[in-house]
């Protein structure tokens, strides 16, 4: 792999870091149907979701809990969060963690059948090397949407930083920026899978 592409994972499981240890937020910041992203393309939010993007994403963290903690590990991220575009949904109505969070990096390389595997091994890794957990790929596969991805793929295991939950990505390039779908779940994962499908199966630019 290269540095380029291991820095780009890595901002992405530093992102997760953040978010699996926000479990007691409450926050609500807008509800939305159809929504506009700040990566320049609208989706279809299945209803109920709450969005959240970083224009103050470690403002509403920060001022949300008082365990020291999650302070600890907001202050480690904060310069990420600062510089970093994200955005995350809730279904709070359905589930107080579920979520689903999109990055987009400047990036361009290929994935296929023949090297599909390979990825998801070597994303598990620096998940497994910065999570400290020991877990095995559940699913590894090519995506077919959304349909005008140059590839895409999906990605799918055992939380590699806490216990009982599941990891489920979609992975997609187009015009030269990856753009990263991730399901973070606990319970009604199924249920969650599907709002992470149909999401960027409604991707419009």
Not at 96 to 120: D, G, R, S
Request: proline letters at 1%; one cysteine or more.
């Amino acid at each position: 792999m290269d540095t380029k592409k291991q820095g780009n994972i890595s901002n992405i499981i530093k992102s997760k870091l953040l978010i699996f240890s926000i479990l007691i937020i409450t926050n609500s910041i807008s509800v939305a149907k159809d929504y506009k992203s700040i990566f320049n393309f609208n989706i279809n939010l299945a209803e109920g979701y709450e969005v959240f993007n970083s224009s103050n994403l470690y403002d509403v963290y920060n001022h949300s809990t008082d365990d020291p903690v999650i302070k600890r590990q907001l202050n480690y991220v904060k310069k990420q969060l600062q510089n970093e575009d994200i955005e995350m949904f809730y279904n709070f109505s359905e589930s107080p963690v579920n979520n689903i969070t999109i990055l987009v990096f400047n990036n361009n390389y290929k994935i296929t059948e023949k090297n599909v595997l390979k990825q998801c091994n070597k994303i598990l890794k620096i998940e497994r090397k910065i999570g400290k957990r020991k877990v095995k790929l559940k699913e590894c596969r090519m995506h077919n949407e959304p349909f005008f991805a140059d590839w895409s793929m999906y990605r799918e295991n055992d939380s590699s930083y806490v216990e009982n939950a599941v990891t489920q990505q979609i992975i997609f390039l187009y015009k030269e920026k990856e753009y990263v779908f991730t399901s973070g779940c606990w319970h009604k994962c199924d249920k969650n899978r599907n709002h992470l499908f149909n999401l960027v199966k409604s991707i419009k630019f």
